[in-house]
């Protein structure tokens, strides 16, 4: 019990810096913290995260680079394969030429003949296809214009003539044909003398 003098002390706290230093340890976080424990699993994570990430960055540096090898191969050797073509068909031009065209031209038509064939089916594996022209309706994707000749017999924009013939390759115009349009003639608007154009003037005046 107290003494019944101490009542009427006031009540005192021990503010001291010693007092408050241990009572900042009892908020400290000790290993055995959960809290401790969250924060070390959220660390192992965080660089788990980032060995995956610098992992996967590295493996796509090198992707892009093989990729980048490749793509530069197949670009330098990508008309290996029609050269060759070519070349078995250069082949058979040196064995035509050998022949003597003035004792047997009938056999020197047959091997160019047959060089055409050769050239037909290589083309055709290719998908490359030559351009209708003649008799067609002129279309300046499919066509080049380098003559046109008036002709008021047959239809306005009709190909006459086909000097170089024109090829697609797919659905996409390799060469266009070089030919020969049929135009019309288109009378000459005759310009109006300054003395009707006055007269013209005058009466819209009125």
Do not use: W
């Amino acid at each position: 019990m107290h003494d019944e003098g101490d009542k009427g002390k006031d009540f005192e706290m021990d503010l001291s810096e010693e007092n408050l230093e241990d009572a900042e340890e009892v908020f400290e976080i000790t290993p055995d913290d959960p809290l401790h424990s969250k924060i070390e699993e959220a660390c192992e994570k965080s660089e788990d995260l980032l060995d995956r990430l610098q992992r996967l960055q590295a493996e796509f540096d090198n992707y892009r680079k093989r990729m980048d090898n490749r793509f530069s191969e197949v670009t330098k050797f990508a008309s290996e394969d029609i050269i060759l073509k070519i070349l078995d068909v250069y082949d058979n031009i040196l064995r035509a030429l050998e022949m003597d065209f003035t004792k047997n031209p009938t056999a020197a038509k047959t091997g160019v003949e047959a060089i055409q064939r050769q050239l037909d089916i290589m083309l055709s594996k290719e998908d490359v296809r030559p351009i209708e022209s003649v008799g067609k309706t002129f279309d300046p994707y499919y066509q080049h214009a380098a003559q046109r000749i008036v002709d008021s017999e047959k239809p306005d924009g009709i190909i006459l003539e086909e000097y170089q013939k024109g090829y697609m390759l797919k659905d996409r115009v390799l060469r266009p044909a070089v030919v020969c349009v049929n135009r019309h003639e288109v009378q000459p608007v005759e310009e109006s003398s300054d003395e009707d154009k006055n007269s013209k003037l005058e009466n819209n005046g009125e």
